[in-house]
C-alpha cells in the first residue's frame, strides 16, 4: 500500500453551530478520503450538510471536532495565516456561480489569481494560456465574461481553480444554471482535469445520471455522510 498520503482526508468531523440555547449538527462525525486522480460525487437532499462538509475542506470554516487533513497537513494546528496560504496552495474551490470580474478577460481572470499568489507575471500568463486550452476557450481567451456563455464561464471557473496546480479540488454543484448539454460537457471536463492532473476532486451535485462518470458515490443526509461506494455498483 502507497504511504503517499490522500490529498484530502476528514476524520471523524463535526460541525455545530450556536442555535438560540441549543446546537444545530450541520456535520455529524463524517469522515471522507479522496485520494489522487480521485472524482467523488457528493448527493444527497437540500440542507443534509453537502455545502457545510464542502466549506469544512475548503478550510473556510474550523470544525467542532475531527480532523481535516490536506495534503498530509493538519489543518487543525494552523494559525489563520498559515490555513490562508494552505488553500491558496494546495485547494481549488470551484463555486456554483463563477462569480467572475466584469471587466477582465478570461486569460485576465486567471492571471490575477496568481498575481494573490505573488507569482511572477510572465509564469501566470503562460500558465493561463495552457489551462485555457485545456478547458477548450483558446479562442476566447481575450472575451470578456459578457461575451461567454453560461458554459463558458464556468470552464474560465475550472481553469482558474487549476492556476495554483493544487492537491484538492471543490467544486460545488457546477451544473446548477446550465443546460443538460453543457452540464454533460462541464461534468466531462471535471473527469479529465481530476485525471491529467491527478488531483483529488469532490463534487456535490444534483445531477445523479452524471455519477458513472464518477469514481465513487457518497450520500449526505442529516449531516452524516455515507461510506463511498464505487459509481459503477
Not at 33 to 58: D, E, I
Request: net charge positive.
Amino acid at each position: 500500500m502507497s504511504s503517499i498520503p490522500a490529498p484530502l482526508s476528514l476524520v471523524n468531523v463535526t460541525l455545530e453551530y450556536p442555535d438560540g440555547s441549543g446546537t444545530t449538527t450541520a456535520l455529524d462525525r463524517v469522515s471522507l478520503t479522496a485520494r489522487a486522480g480521485q472524482l467523488v460525487a457528493l448527493v444527497g437532499p437540500s440542507g443534509s450538510g453537502k455545502s457545510s462538509l464542502l466549506a469544512v475542506a475548503a478550510t473556510l470554516v474550523r470544525p467542532t471536532r475531527g480532523q481535516v487533513i490536506i495534503d498530509g497537513t493538519d489543518t487543525a494546528a494552523l494559525k489563520d495565516r498559515e490555513l490562508t496560504a494552505l488553500r491558496r496552495g494546495k485547494v481549488g474551490i470551484i463555486f456554483q456561480q463563477p462569480n467572475l470580474l466584469p471587466s477582465l478577460t478570461a486569460v485576465e481572470q486567471l492571471i490575477i489569481s496568481e498575481h494573490l499568489r505573488g507569482k511572477p507575471a510572465k509564469a501566470a500568463r503562460t500558465r493561463a494560456a495552457e489551462l485555457l486550452e485545456v478547458v477548450g476557450l483558446s479562442a476566447s481567451a481575450r472575451k470578456l465574461p459578457h461575451q461567454l456563455s453560461g458554459g463558458q464561464r464556468q470552464r474560465v471557473n475550472i481553469a482558474r481553480a487549476l492556476m495554483g496546480s493544487p492537491k484538492v479540488l471543490l467544486v460545488d454543484e457546477p451544473t446548477a444554471a446550465l443546460d443538460h448539454e453543457r452540464s454533460a460537457s462541464i461534468i466531462a471536463l471535471l473527469r479529465q482535469v481530476t485525471t491529467e492532473f491527478g488531483v483529488a476532486t469532490v463534487m456535490v451535485t444534483h445531477d445523479t445520471e452524471f455519477v458513472p462518470l464518477t469514481d465513487a458515490v457518497a450520500t449526505m443526509r442529516d449531516g452524516r455522510l455515507t461510506a463511498p461506494v464505487l459509481a459503477g455498483a
